[in-house]
């Protein structure tokens, strides 16, 4: 068995083709590996069951990447949603 260390963070900095090569090893060689990220990540598990139930002639770590690379993006817009609404002119913090 493969060791994995990969911290979510360094995790969601990996290029899609790197991601894809993690995903495929991690589906190989330790797959509650893969589970954890997922989770830690906020990756919608009935969502990738729905991915790789329809879609079996896709190769599941490029569904799996593509899923992760959407629950990424759809993270940063919010962040930067819960930004605009919350600038406040005066400086002063809201709490």
Known sequence: ???HNID???FEQLNRQDLVNTIND???HDFEKLVFVLYRIDVNEAKI???LAS????????LIADAIIE??????A?????KQHNHVDSGEEKW
């Open 26 to 28: 991690l589906i190989l």
């Open 1 to 3: 068995m493969h060791e």
């Open 55 to 62: 879609k079996t002639d896709t190769n599941a770590a490029d």
């Open 78 to 82: 919010a962040k930067e949603l819960f």
């Open 49 to 51: 069951k729905s991915l």
């Open 71 to 76: 629950r990424i993006n759809q993270k940063k």
């Open 8 to 10: 979510v963070a360094a």
